[in-house]
């Protein structure tokens, strides 16, 4: 016990050290066009086991806790920033491409990963880890970039409200991986299923939500970002608990109270705000550390191929099919093909716990 306060101060320092670093890195990769998540994920590994830092971290259970945390604050933020009167003009592409471009995703990366010679059932499983875009990632690129509403909030929408298909493929083919469970058509009701469930629970905790935050004043405005915070955790808990989307519940919570005359709206949202990019550095930063990079070079040829494939054929062909009947650009189809690309692997890490290794 004597050491317990020699340990905390250690373990404090280290994390302090790698928030400021991480913090001030954000600068130099806005300048070079680096996209900030990569930059923590960079930081992240260089202070794990194989890298300067020599901090071993193996413990997938914390990691999975810690990302399902983090996305759940990411996507309630996403939420409150999310103007309910614009997103008409992209709630049918944003559909399109949260159902059928998540299956065309998984099916198209799958046929990449069976030419690099892996089996079905394994190639499938790729697939579905990667046929999701990752909101943490989305948010941070879109921040300060000049879009088109339309565009902006079609990638927004689109991870926030993707999750639900890609959860159940992850699930359905990890099952079928291990022979635990075969494919079948009952895929699709699971799906309808955590669609409807989080569209439901996600609506109750927002209008709840809002209901708290207007009419019963508290001890002192800096409760309501805790109050509220309280409520997107519980909306992802129910949500789940109930076989439904929990992140999609989140991210409607967050829609219907960020659209509610707040009196704290301002205060409210800027503190989530900065709740979000902490929750976006730990997050990188904990997967960075579960990486090991001298593992990396024998698997560096297929991951590469994989991901040029992705890049350049997989996701724009998907994309653009699923965005032609909307009148889309094709700048702005070739952006949201892109665009959505950052992010699969942490995406896939805060979805589904059972498999203890995600390839970077």
């Known amino acids: 016990m004597d050491n317990v306060p020699l340990v905390t101060a250690i373990v404090l320092i280290v994390i302090g050290v790698l928030l400021a670093v ?26 794990g086991s194989d890298g300067l830092g020599g ?16 996305m759940v604050v990411i996507l309630f933020s996403g939420g409150l ?43 499938l499983l790729v697939g579905a880890i990667v046929s999701s875009t990752d909101a943490s990632a989305v948010f941070a690129v879109l921040q300060g970039v000049n879009l088109r509403k339309r565009v902006a909030l079609t990638l927004e929408l689109e991870s926030g409200l993707n999750d639900p298909v890609a959860v159940i493929l992850t699930v359905v083919m990890t099952a079928n991986l291990t022979a635990t469970e075969s494919l079948n058509w009952t895929i699709l009701p699971e799906m309808v299923q955590q669609l409807l469930i989080g569209v439901g629970i996600g609506g109750a ?27 997107a955790l519980i909306a992802y808990g129910i949500a789940t608990v109930a076989d439904g989307s929990g992140m999609l519940a989140v991210y409607l919570a967050g829609m219907v109270i960020g659209n509610s005359p707040l009196p704290e709206r301002q205060f409210l949202t800027g503190v989530h705000d900065s709740f979000a990019w902490l929750a ?46 909307f009148r889309f650009s094709w700048q702005e189809t070739l952006y949201v093909s892109w665009v959505g690309l950052r992010g699969g692997c942490s995406d896939y890490f805060g979805n589904h716990s059972r498999i203890e290794r995600c390839q970077i």
């Open 205 to 231: 905790m927002g209008y709840l939500g809002q209901l708290l935050l207007r009419r019963i004043p508290l001890s002192t405005g800096a409760l309501v970002p805790v109050l509220s915070l309280g409520l």
């Open 81 to 123: 920033n999310t103007p309910l009167p614009q997103i008409k003009s992209a709630i049918a592409p944003t559909l399109v491409l949260s159902t059928v471009g998540v299956l065309g995703m998984a099916v198209l990366t799958a046929v990449g990963a069976k030419v690099l010679g892996l089996s079905w059932p394994e190639a």
């Open 22 to 47: 991480s913090s001030l890195a954000s600068r130099v990769s806005s300048k070079l066009g680096v996209p900030t998540s990569l930059v923590f994920l960079g930081i992240g590994m260089l202070a």
């Open 55 to 70: 901090i071993w971290f193996d413990d997938f259970e914390i990691a999975y806790m810690f990302g399902t945390l983090a």
């Open 280 to 325: 976006q550095v730990g997050m990188f930063l904990l997967l960075g550390l579960l990486v090991f990079p001298s593992r990396l070079p024998e698997v560096a040829a297929s991951g590469l191929f994989l991901a040029g494939y992705l890049a350049i054929a997989a996701r724009p062909l998907v994309v653009t099919l699923c965005l032609l009947p």
